[in-house]
T-cell receptor, first 115, second 115 residues
Framework: DAGVIQSPRHEVTEMGQEVTLRCKPISGHNSLFWYRQTMMRGLELLIYFNNNVPIDDSGMPEDRFSAKMPNASFSTLKIQPSEPRDSAVYFC???FGGGSNQPQHFGDGTRLSIL | AQTVTQSQPEMSVQEAETVTLSCTYDTSESDYYLFWYKQPPSRQMILVIRQEAYKQQNATENRFSVNFQKAAKSFSLKISDSQLGDAAMYFCACAGGTSYGKLTFGQGTILTVHP
């Protein structure tokens, strides 16, 4: 079975550019999570969706960040304009059912470098 | 809200020996779930083991087991017969029962396995 698929695996871009990270959750999973991992702050939840609806976006750092889930099989995380402090590994994860007892399955992450 | 603390930034173990990684947590919820995730250098996030807080019996998955002390809010991971492939960063995480699976992670423990 295919796991959570993220693209691109690596992204290097210049400050001020728009960045779009993509995620395809596991088929049948109806909860989707975006996390950011940095050395300073560890793993932080940015936003999560249940049945394509954003439930909690309180972790989104500022208005430059936005996330969408137009359908059950696709989500994007967009940063516009990007800044060097946005450099991090961004993970997408999905789970079934929306309950906390369900384990989350993670993608391989996107390593983002903003120059 | 949850907080998770891993007080050991680094641990090391000899191959075939046993090692225990510590984790303490705090939550205001009566129903919650605890997880250990492994992150090898490839940066994948791999679920190792999970524990439902309402279960008194400690979870076990092959060489991995937990010591869940609910009153002390402690959730340690024991790795028996350590293997070189166990070398990774290990994260403890907590999800409250009402949080749609939103994970709060600890800071992580780097485990080195010596041959």
């Amino acid at each position: 079975d295919a796991g959570v698929i993220q693209s691109p695996r690596h992204e290097v871009t210049e400050m001020g550019q728009e960045v779009t990270l993509r995620c395809k959750p596991i088929s049948g999973h109806n909860s989707l999570f975006w996390y950011r991992q940095t050395m300073m702050r560890g793993l932080e939840l940015l936003i999560y969706f249940n049945n394509n609806v954003p439930i909690d976006d309180s972790g989104m750092p500022e208005d430059r960040f936005s996330a969408k889930m137009p359908n059950a099989s696709f989500s994007t995380l967009k940063i516009q304009p990007s800044e060097p402090r946005d450099s991090a590994v961004y993970f997408c994860a999905s789970s079934f059912g929306g309950g906390s007892n369900q384990p989350q399955h993670f993608g391989d992450g996107t390593r983002l470098s903003i120059l | 809200a949850q907080t998770v603390t891993q007080s050991q930034p680094e641990m090391s173990v000899q191959e075939a020996e046993t090692v225990t990684l510590s984790c303490t947590y705090d939550t205001s919820e009566s129903d919650y779930y605890l997880f250990w995730y492994k992150q090898p250098p490839s940066r994948q996030m791999i679920l190792v083991i999970r524990q439902e807080a309402y279960k008194q019996q400690n979870a076990t998955e092959n060489r991995f087991s937990v010591n869940f002390q609910k009153a002390a809010k402690s959730f340690s991971l024991k790795i028996s017969d350590s293997q070189l492939g166990d070398a990774a960063m290990y994260f403890c995480a907590c999800a409250g029962g009402t949080s749609y699976g939103k994970l709060t992670f600890g800071q992580g423990t780097i485990l080195t396995v010596h041959p």
